[in-house]
């Protein structure tokens, strides 16, 4: 197996089981806006910074959608629901992120998430401490699923990214990752795998208990 050098991980849907959660609030948001077929929309938009997510809802819903008032709803309703900042941690993600500190091997997070949030989030997991460095969507020109994030982050930890392990669960994350030439490792969260994104992966893992072993 090849030796790795740097692991670099996406946070919501990897690190915390976040999506699920944004998934209902915006299921329970579409329902006071009127607005149809939420549920793909989000699926599409896993992965994507804010920017390219309200250029995705324009798209679809038409140039008068309130995408602010949405977003804000939406939001609104995440901050609240996750209001103590303690989001649910994976299964299997505390132990992946021990054994790595435990082997000496560096560790990033490449997310599109703004940085400012993710480090709120980490810290109030008490994850940040296992991390050697931090890069969010608005670190970068273009979201997912260009690779600029995981180039970065391979960037700052000091290695070329093609001897970097990098794990990710949507088709946004993926093609960023394989585009970015890391090892693509993917563990799905609310999205299947399917053939289309089987074709950007190098391996698949039901949980992070797998990737634990596999590493």
Known sequence: MKKFKAVIFDMDGVIFDSEKLYMQCCIESAEIFGVQDIENTVFSCIGLNTQMTHAFYKKKYGDDFPIEDFWKECTGRF????????????????????????????????????????????????????????????????SKPEPDVFLLAAEKLGFNIKDCAVIEDSINGIKAARASGGFVIMVPDLVQPVEEMKIFTDIIFPSLTEVKSFL
Do not use: H
């Open 79 to 142: 901050a609240k629901k996750s209001q103590d900042g303690l989001l649910p941690v994976k299964d299997g993600a505390r132990e992946l992120l021990v054994y790595l500190k435990d082997k000496k091997l560096p560790t990033a997070i490449a997310s599109s998430t703004r940085s400012g949030i993710v480090k709120r989030e980490l810290e109030a997991a008490e994850l940040i401490s296992y991390f050697d460095v931090i890069v969010g969507g608005d670190e970068v020109e273009k």
